[in-house]
């Protein structure tokens, strides 16, 4: 029985020791999805937010779907590997964004405000962009973004 205990915990250790290797490095969202720091420097300042990353096919697919609406300082930044022409649209996504393009040097491209929620109607950034910011809509406007200006994030290389 002696025996059997300790074979049991060290199976218990080895499975906690995976399991803490495996959990996420840094901060994440209530549902435990890593979050990365992101600022946008406008004329008004920098603006803070803590960004989920979809940096595959799969992610970038899915983006916002079927989520509850984002809070002001929360985002997603949705990552190519080269700049080209992007359109986003709102399929399956329940609350209204603004769709932030952004080239391979972190400045703004286009911003498509107040994106219609559920819409399949494509939002071109009219530019080549190779980083997609999401955030609630209006926040854009708060903040005072513009096109040409800076994203700060390790993504883009200024």
Known sequence: ???????????????????????????????????????????????????????????????????PPLEDDRGMLFQFPAASEQSFWMKNTPSSLDIIYIDPQGRIVSIASHATPYSQTPLPSNGAANGVLEL????????????????????FRP
């Not at 989920?52 to 799969?58: L, V």
């Open 136 to 155: 609630r809509a209006g926040r854009a406007e708060e903040i005072g973004a513009r096109p040409g200006d800076q994203v700060r994030h390790s993504f």
């Open 1 to 67: 029985m002696h025996f059997s205990r300790r074979i049991l915990l060290a199976g218990l250790l080895a499975v906690a020791g995976l399991a803490s290797a495996c959990a996420p490095k840094g901060p994440v969202d209530a549902a435990g999805r890593p979050l990365e720091p992101l600022s946008i420097v406008t004329a008004s300042g920098e603006h803070r937010f803590m960004v989920e990353i979809a940096d595959d096919d799969a992610e970038r697919e899915r983006g916002l779907m079927y989520r």
